[in-house]
């Protein structure tokens, strides 16, 4: 698709003969002569590139106060400074306020178009690279102000730098792997390699060469396998509680010994790795049912860290949404947005069973579906599925419209008034004075209003 240019320039000549020079080439130009049309074109569609005057007769802001207000809102938005005779001095400071770079009048087809590949090349791989980094885990930030996510973050704090074996507990989705590799990063290891090994999607018969590594053998090359491959760093064995038992009897000979042999070996292999395991299921019932070694429990569960389901911090899911916001604006290359307070309200009453995973999915959905609409618009609850919507307040949809309509206004009333103050108080974490102070009651009489409906 051709990229979407904007040109600045209060001389309508020079506009011209930039976007002819440009169109040319196959891009597409729009074109704006003062500090209002630029940002009235923004609005409408953030461009790929801006080509921007220095001075702009007959605006309101001249071309360095418009480079200061686009970066504010849109900071990887390419800015290309365009400068007249003699204010090379000025179009150098352009750049330190975030210009991309900068063309001298008289204008050259040559300079121009090269100035425009560079900087459309630059933002492709800007994207690209934060968008590896966002997978690969680096960058991440664990999120949330809530008391237990301040608690993890020193328990984080207190074992990072010491070498003891970390068992994290925590429903699915809720940041059991973005702990480990905050732990990681934080850890003397850092510059280390950080490898998971996932035991959900191994097979069985492939566990031990994934785990180990295998000599070679005819027809089979050797194979690292993840102990080695995380020497000098980190293991995360993900889903303990998955591994079979021959191999967990393998892994404890390992941590006893700090050797192993490879699949099919006999030389030893020595290793400096720390290993940090995770389960979603609860071990204790694993070990009772035979499934999970009871000594390897403990080796590995030296520290156990837990992290709790979202649903019960629900105070984090406005930060989350709005990192993921931010997070996936940046990676998609869409323009920022904001949740209205109705969506904000449903989001955070959502009882999330797939936790932080399945929120930032929502939220990235919602980035996408809403793509096309005005950017200042703050995201309203109609673009949330129907499962996501539904839960919260259920009000005529679970009790029925037509129920209700069978009732006297008091019935009616009192319907409403509990679906609505369940939803809320769920929505605040059982939090009374917050939801009071939320839905506009004295405390006090939110206690007996929530006594009355029998919620309390
Ligand atoms: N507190 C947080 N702040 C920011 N992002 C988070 C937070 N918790 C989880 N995430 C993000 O949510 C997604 C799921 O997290 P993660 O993979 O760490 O969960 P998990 O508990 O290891 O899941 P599973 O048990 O399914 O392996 C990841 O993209 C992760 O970066």
């Given at each position: 698709?051709?990229?979407?240019?904007?040109?600045?320039?209060?001389?309508?000549?020079?506009?011209?003969?930039?976007?002819?020079?440009?169109?040319?080439?196959?891009?597409?130009?729009?074109?704006?002569?003062?500090?209002?049309?630029?940002?009235?074109?923004?609005?409408?569609?953030?461009?790929?590139?801006?080509?921007?005057?220095?001075?702009?007769?007959?605006?309101?802001?001249?071309?360095?106060?418009?480079?200061?207000?686009?970066?504010?809102?849109?900071?990887?938005?390419?800015?290309?400074?365009?400068?007249?005779?003699?204010?090379?001095?000025?179009?150098?400071?352009?750049?330190?306020?975030?210009?991309?770079?900068?063309?001298?009048?008289?204008?050259?087809?040559?300079?121009?178009?090269?100035?425009?590949?560079?900087?459309?090349?630059?933002?492709?791989?800007?994207?690209?690279?934060?968008?590896?980094?966002?997978?690969?885990?680096?960058?991440?930030?664990?999120?949330?102000?809530?008391?237990?996510?301040?608690?993890?973050?020193?328990?984080?704090?207190?074992?990072?730098?010491?070498?003891?074996?970390?068992?994290?507990?925590?429903?699915?989705?809720?940041?059991?792997?973005?702990?480990?590799?905050?732990?990681h990063n934080k850890s003397a290891r850092a510059d280390g390699p950080f490898v998971v090994l996932n035991s959900a999607t191994i097979t069985p018969d492939r566990m031990e060469v994934a785990l180990f590594g295998?000599?070679?053998?005819?027809?089979?090359?050797?194979?690292?396998?993840?102990?080695?491959?995380a020497h000098g760093g980190t293991l995360y064995l993900d889903e303990i509680g998955d591994m079979p038992l021959e191999t967990q009897a393998r892994i404890l000979r390992v941590l006893v010994a700090q050797e192993f042999n490879r699949v099919?070996?006999?030389?030893?292999?020595?290793?400096?790795?720390?290993?940090?395991?995770?389960?979603?299921?609860?071990?204790?019932?694993?070990?009772?049912?035979?499934?999970?070694?009871?000594?390897?429990?403990?080796?590995?569960?030296?520290?156990?860290?837990?992290?709790?389901?979202?649903?019960?911090?629900?105070?984090?899911?406005?930060?989350?949404?709005?990192?993921?916001?931010?997070?996936?604006?940046?990676?998609?290359?869409?323009?920022?947005?904001?949740?209205?307070?109705?969506?904000?309200?449903?989001?955070?009453?959502?009882?999330?069973?797939?936790?932080?995973?399945?929120?930032?999915?929502?939220?990235?959905?919602?980035?996408?579906?809403?793509?096309?609409?005005?950017?200042?618009?703050?995201?309203?609850?109609?673009?949330?599925?129907?499962?996501?919507?539904?839960?919260?307040?259920?009000?005529?949809?679970?009790?029925?419209?037509?129920?209700?309509?069978?009732?006297?206004?008091?019935?009616?009333?009192?319907?409403?008034?509990?679906?609505?103050?369940?939803?809320?108080?769920?929505?605040?974490?059982?939090?009374?004075?917050?939801?009071?102070?939320?839905?506009?009651?004295?405390?006090?009489?939110?206690?007996?209003?929530?006594?009355?409906?029998?919620?309390?």
């Open positions: 698709m051709a990229s979407d240019i904007l040109v600045v320039d209060d001389e309508i000549d020079i506009r011209n003969l930039i976007a002819g020079i440009l169109e040319d080439e196959g891009y597409e130009v729009r074109t704006a002569a003062d500090s209002d049309e630029t940002l009235a074109a923004i609005g409408a569609r953030r461009p790929q590139l801006i080509f921007l005057d220095i001075w702009l007769q007959g605006s309101k802001l001249d071309g360095l106060a418009l480079l200061d207000t686009i970066r504010a809102q849109h900071n990887a938005l390419p800015i290309v400074m365009i400068s007249g005779h003699g204010n090379i001095e000025t179009a150098v400071s352009a750049i330190k306020r975030g210009a991309y770079d900068y063309i001298e009048k008289p204008l050259k087809a040559d300079r121009l178009l090269l100035a425009a590949e560079r900087a459309l090349e630059h933002s492709r791989l800007r994207r690209e690279v934060e968008s590896l980094r966002t997978k690969t885990g680096e960058h991440q930030e664990l999120i949330g102000g809530s008391a237990v996510m301040n608690q993890l973050r020193n328990t984080i704090e207190k074992v990072s730098p010491t070498n003891s074996r970390i068992m994290i507990m925590g429903p699915s989705g809720s940041g059991k792997e973005l702990v480990a590799r905050t732990i295998s000599e070679a053998r005819p027809g089979h090359e050797a194979s690292v396998g993840a102990l080695e491959e099919g070996g006999t030389q030893k292999v020595k290793v400096n790795v720390r290993i940090i395991s995770s389960s979603a299921r609860d071990l204790q019932e694993e070990i009772t049912e035979g499934r999970v070694r009871e000594d390897l429990f403990h080796r590995l569960s030296v520290v156990p860290i837990r992290v709790p389901a979202l649903a019960q911090r629900r105070e984090d899911v406005p930060m989350l949404i709005d990192y993921f916001l931010r997070q996936t604006a940046e990676n998609q290359g869409l323009p920022r947005r904001i949740i209205g307070e109705d969506a904000m309200a449903v989001l955070q009453a959502h009882d999330w069973p797939g936790n932080v995973r399945q929120l930032k999915n929502n939220v990235e959905r919602l980035l996408i579906l809403t793509r096309d609409g005005d950017a200042n618009d703050p995201i309203s609850a109609d673009f949330l599925p129907n499962e996501i919507g539904a839960i919260v307040p259920p009000l005529s949809s679970q009790t029925g419209g037509e129920h209700i309509m069978a009732l006297p206004l008091r019935d009616a009333r009192e319907i409403f008034e509990r679906d609505y103050l369940k939803a809320q108080i769920n929505r605040f974490s059982g939090n009374v004075s917050r939801t009071a102070e939320f839905v506009g009651m004295e405390r006090s009489a939110l206690h007996r209003k929530l006594k009355t409906l029998g919620i309390a």
